[in-house]
């Protein structure tokens, strides 16, 4: 850097190097300086208003600021308005669903509409982790958008299902423990066949016997159908309850749905059980009765 | 630093900006054969203002932007004629109403003036920028205004360079009131087009604006100030990208206000010749600077064509001013291509390929718009498959498919929807209800489609989905969707 300087007017800040490459003293216009310094001042007001400075969690984790301001409480604050709103907005359309029947509901095309959408999140949390997305079903699950009810399809049997629960219960070896394993192939068979519409024909006659003797038909009915939906599957559609393959269906003759020796379920029963929901879900009465009007226009509903 | 030194150690210029020094212009653009035009930097453009064909060509164009104030208070059957419905999403153009699914038809009026700027620029020059642009006609009214209230541009000169006193307020402070008060009446206008405006100015005595109102008046009618009283000339050369666009749209055959160096130069004031004295050879040009005391960009034409100039004709209204007085010929300067200059003829605009090409697309456009407002159905059918189950087993052996169908009423009268599908052989369907729906509404229900399994002869099958207005059963419209089933057994 040279000491000597030739462009003494030039304005220069006396750094030269190489002869002439020399730095200029060329500050920023006023304007721009100034919003600099206000950009300081700033930091002031930010220090002073936000949460800024970090602290140990024993003295509360960070700086408060002058109002208390945080992320989360804006958003809560937020929240709470669009959800007073909400609750303001639909309050009497809420009070309907308390007050009125399921059957009522449904007759209502306005309420439906309202029922139907304010369940999905509901479904979504309660229902959807067995019965699937929009009541798709999963294996061993029943499919709830199609029209075969097990405890009725009828909008306050749906209700009752809901909030009492359902337990399954189907003896293992037929009602008196009696079938032995040909016995088990015949009247599997015979299922089978009633899906199809053959149950009458001859050469089922062994299984159609067995179906007598281990009382099946006391609660599948004399044809398999039930006489009052009681949790009994029909067996005469073509709906099966856990799967159609012949395996499946021999192995639920064989060791029954939800058989318990000495508290303890048998090696190989199904288990079926849905819980009650009077206890689980929030705010019961209303939510309930929403989510049957839902259930029951998944497509299937009676 | 000294003169010459200064001149030693920076020649070039190249520590300044191009634009402070633009006699010492960048080299490397100059050996490419570039030449940097001068651009008017040193304060506001006081353009003159005299009178002639060109100004009166822009004064009768500028009052079409008279329909933009007036616009509004046009009704049509007891709404507003023109307007854009956004909280109902609705255009009402007079006595037609369009919903956002035809809004591809507003995508061909855009896409038709945007091909008509291109082939306008074409044929000749910046007519847009120099008579149409909003910027370049509310400029041209601030200063007008100015010119009444300030006097010629010496006197404006004169008047923005004196300290701040008494006299310069009273004649300043009325002026931006005016250009303020024409800000905010353009702003309302705008807004007024998408609200109703008689409503609008209603709720503006009770002060009941909404925010967004407010904002948008207050924001777009200060913008509108800045840039036509305070910008001006440096929104086109600077900030406006037609600027570049256009000038580079440009070509040999279009036509531009062109000075005729030929017969000009060489230029210079005509002098009485003393006896004994031979005359000089002298071009029609008397170097008058008339051409550029009247820009209102502040170019000198006689350098060419160049992006600063807008294409106004305000030059050419001058040169034949000038002209006339000292009975020379007209068009000294005048709207002329260079191919002209060069001695070529023209060929007629319609075998030009820019032309027939931008025509095209133009055509098309007119053509599909027309098209979709000749076609446009007053009822629009959209069916949503269930995604979840995609279908169902149901226990007699059919399968079903649901839908939710949604009907837009895009009429004028209320609309009763039926549903019906067709499909293979044994299909039955159920809809939750005939649809009842008002004009500019949308309806929706629920549609449930059994079809036996056996029937389904693969995982797709087409069904048509059929909406009829029972209202007017003219109105119908098909859907074609496919029905999901399991694999074929």
């Not at chain 2, 038809?105 to 082939?119: G, K, Q, R, S, W």
């Not at chain 2, 310069?168 to 008060?181: D, E, G, R, S, V």
């Amino acid at each position: 850097m040279a000491h000597h300087n030739p462009w003494p007017d030039e304005g220069n800040t006396g750094h030269i190097w190489d002869e002439d490459i020399r730095e200029l003293d060329n500050p920023p216009p006023l304007w721009w300086m100034l919003s600099f310094y206000a950009g300081f001042i700033m930091i002031i007001f930010y220090t002073l208003y936000y949460p800024v400075i970090p602290l140990t969690d024993k003295m509360g984790g960070f700086t408060k600021g002058l109002t208390d301001w945080t992320q989360i409480n804006e958003y809560n604050d937020d929240y709470k308005v669009l959800k007073d709103w909400r609750v303001a907005k639909f309050a009497d359309k809420e009070e309907k669903l308390a007050s009125m029947s399921v059957a009522d509901i449904l007759k209502d095309d306005e309420l439906k509409s309202y029922a139907v959408a304010t369940s999905k999140m509901l479904f979504g949390d309660y229902c959807a982790a067995c019965h699937g997305a929009g009541g798709a079903g999963n294996p061993n699950f029943p499919v709830l958008a199609d029209d075969d009810w097990l405890w009725g399809g009828k909008a306050n049997q749906i209700q009752a299902s809901i909030t009492n629960g359902r337990v399954g219960n189907m003896p293992a070896r037929g009602m008196m423990g009696n079938l032995t394993d040909e016995d088990i192939d015949h009247v599997t068979d015979y299922v089978v066949a009633l899906s199809e519409g053959k149950g009458n024909d001859a050469q089922y006659a062994a299984g159609k016997a067995v179906f007598a003797k281990g009382m099946c038909l006391a609660c599948h009915g004399p044809t398999g159908k039930p006489l009052a939906p009681a949790g009994a599957a029909n067996l005469t559609d073509q709906v099966w309850r856990f799967s159609s393959d012949r395996e499946e269906i021999k192995n639920v003759i064989t060791y029954g749905v939800n058989v318990k020796k000495n508290g303890e379920y048998i090696k190989g029963t199904r288990q079926a059980i849905m819980p009650a929901f009077k206890e689980r879900l929030p705010n019961p009465e209303v939510n309930i009765k929403r989510l049957a009007v839902y259930v029951h226009e998944l497509g299937g509903g009676q | 630093m000294s003169e010459n030194k200064k001149e030693l150690y920076r020649d070039n210029g190249q520590t300044g900006s191009v634009l402070h020094e633009f006699d010492s212009s960048n080299k490397n653009l100059e050996n490419i054969g570039v030449e940097i035009l001068p651009v008017h930097t040193s304060g506001t453009v006081h353009a003159k203002r005299i009178d002639g064909k060109f100004r009166t060509v822009k004064w009768i164009i500028a009052a079409f932007w008279l329909s933009l104030f007036l616009g509004p208070y046009l009704r049509w059957d007891g709404h507003q004629a023109i307007l854009w419905d956004l909280a109902n999403r609705q255009f009402h153009i007079f006595g037609l109403t369009i919903l956002p699914q035809d809004i591809w038809i507003l995508a061909m009026i855009l896409l038709f003036f945007a091909l008509l700027l291109a082939a306008s620029t074409a044929v000749a020059g910046r007519l847009w920028c120099g008579y149409f642009c909003f910027h370049t006609v509310w400029t041209d009214v601030f200063t007008w205004i100015e010119e009444k209230l300030e006097g010629q541009p010496n006197k404006r000169i004169k008047l923005d360079e004196a300290p701040v006193s008494l006299e310069k307020l009273k004649i300043k402070i009325p002026k931006h009131l005016i250009w303020l008060a024409i800000g905010l009446l353009t702003s309302f206008s705008f807004v007024a087009y998408f609200t109703d405006a008689y409503d609008l100015w209603g709720r503006l005595f009770k002060l009941e604006w909404g925010g967004v109102e407010t904002t948008i008046i207050l924001a777009l009618g200060v913008a509108t100030y800045f840039f036509a009283g305070w910008l001006r000339e440096q929104t086109c050369i600077g900030f406006c990208p037609y600027a570049r666009i256009q000038g580079a749209m440009i070509d040999t055959q279009t036509v531009v206000p062109t000075y005729d160096q030929e017969r000009g130069e060489p230029r210079g004031r005509m002098k009485r010749v003393k006896p004994g004295e031979e005359a000089p050879q002298l071009g029609d040009c008397i170097d008058c600077n008339l051409c550029v005391a009247v820009c209102p960009t502040g170019v000198d034409i006689r350098l060419g064509q160049q992006f600063g100039c807008i294409t106004c004709g305000l030059c050419i209204d001058a040169c034949d001013s000038v002209m006339e007085k000292i009975k020379k010929p007209k068009g000294l300067v005048r709207y002329a291509s260079l191919a002209e200059f060069a001695g070529k003829k023209l060929p007629p605009v319609w075998k030009r390929p820019r032309v027939i090409v931008y025509g095209g697309i133009m055509a098309f456009a007119a053509a599909a718009m027309i098209y979709g407002l000749a076609t446009m159905s007053p009822i629009d059918v959209k069916a949503l498959h269930e995604r979840s189950p995609l279908f169902v087993q149901m226990s007699d052996g059919n399968i079903q498919n649901k839908w939710t169908v949604k009907i837009v009423n895009k009429g004028a009268e209320p609309m009763e929807a039926q549903i019906s599908v067709v499909g293979p052989e044994g299909l039955t369907y159920q809809a939750d209800k005939i649809v009842h729906i008002q004009p500019g509404n949308v309806g929706s229900t629920t549609l449930l489609v059994k079809i036996p399994r056996k029937q389904l002869t693969d995982t797709n099958v087409p069904v048509t989905i059929k909406v009829v207005d029972l209202n007017n059963p003219a109105i119908r419209e098909d859907y074609q969707s496919v029905f999901i089933g399991p694999k074929p057994r």
